[in-house]
């Protein structure tokens, strides 16, 4: 099946008339403008074909016999019968990229299934986000494959790792930080990140990451590396001398390179801050910096992020 995409924004198109956002304005300080959804199947106007209505957008059937699934609009979600198969798909990855993943994860998409962004508009902040997103998502969902994401606090750090892997079917989510019962501000960060993660991921918490990265083959993120440092300095009498953790973290870079999953770490960039005051601090700081450059050196890709904003390193 051939497509040709002839538009693939919202219905004002983008930019958005009269719209003074950042993005829309990016655009038209370019010259740059993207029409609304329109695509050719086989040489055939999409809203020519035989149209069948499905929750959230509806299927359009090819001349050459292919189904072709079509989001309603900026948010829909379609929801395909059981059982169902796709040629190729039409979704607003730009506002739901997890949605990719679910239907993976159905079967409804399929490896050889076509992927294709449309009703794209200001969500997205420019065409280069755009496809810089599409690269990872039509990635092949196994390993190995390694991604390095490094932020300062509240950077988007955390969230940049998901998006990496919103669409993959299934991901387990390896939360290395500790339990905290007693902290209402704690527990509802927790609960935040929760909420922004598809409802299928799956979730371990756990101080052994390397465990893990050792046995999976499938999607992984960790979340982070300096809260297991921590905890590893703790279980290890380390902060009083810091070489005491240094077997587990040879242990966590070995299992860093060793993995057969395609895996995804969040840790802190902890070279950007004031000098720590105290002897641990300044000890954990040191750590942290190298073994983010061990882990940096067996990735494939490593991204900086700053105010929520992402530089791929080299």
């Not at 993207?34 to 069948?52: C, F, K, M, N, S």
């Not at 870079?253 to 060793?258: E, H, M, N």
């Not at 490593?302 to 992402?310: C, I, K, Q, T």
Request: hydrophobic residues 45%; charged residues 20%; contains cysteine.
């Amino acid at each position: 099946m051939n497509i040709e995409l002839r538009g693939i924004a919202a219905a004002h198109g983008w930019p958005s008339p009269g719209c003074r956002c950042a993005s829309c304005g990016r655009l038209r300080a370019a010259g740059v403008r993207y029409a609304p959804v329109a695509a050719l199947v086989d040489g055939v106007p999409l809203q020519d074909l035989p149209r069948t209505e499905v929750p959230g957008g509806h299927e359009v059937r090819g001349p050459d016999g292919g189904l072709v699934l079509v989001a309603a609009g900026p948010g829909a979600r379609p929801e395909p019968a059981p059982g169902t198969q796709y040629t190729a798909v039409l979704l607003d990855l730009g506002g739901s990229p997890g949605h990719l993943g679910y239907l993976r994860r159905t079967g409804a998409v399929t490896p050889a299934t076509q992927v294709f962004a449309v009703h794209v508009d200001h969500r997205l902040p420019s065409e280069a986000e755009l496809e810089r997103r599409m690269a990872f998502w039509s990635r092949p969902q196994d390993g190995p494959f390694r991604t390095l994401v490094l932020g300062g606090s509240r950077s988007g750090k955390s969230a940049e790792a998901e998006l990496r892997l919103a669409a993959c079917p299934d991901v387990l989510y390896v939360a290395t930080g500790p339990v905290r019962d007693d902290d209402p501000a704690w527990a509802e960060r927790v609960a935040a990140h929760r909420r922004r993660r598809p409802a299928w991921w799956r979730t371990v918490e756990t101080t052994d990451p390397a465990a893990v990265l050792g046995s999976e083959t499938g999607a992984v993120l960790v979340d982070g590396i300096g809260t297991w440092l921590a905890a590893a300095m703790d279980e290890s009498g380390a902060w009083d001398d810091p070489a005491r953790v240094l077997p587990r973290v040879d242990g966590l870079v070995a299992a860093w390179r060793g993995t057969a999953a395609r895996a995804v770490a969040v840790s802190d960039e902890v070279g950007l801050s004031v000098v720590p005051a105290t002897a641990s601090g300044r000890a954990f700081r040191d750590m942290l910096g190298l073994v983010n450059q061990r882990l940096a050196a067996e990735s494939e890709e490593a991204a900086l992020v700053v105010a929520g904003r992402v530089a791929e390193l080299p």
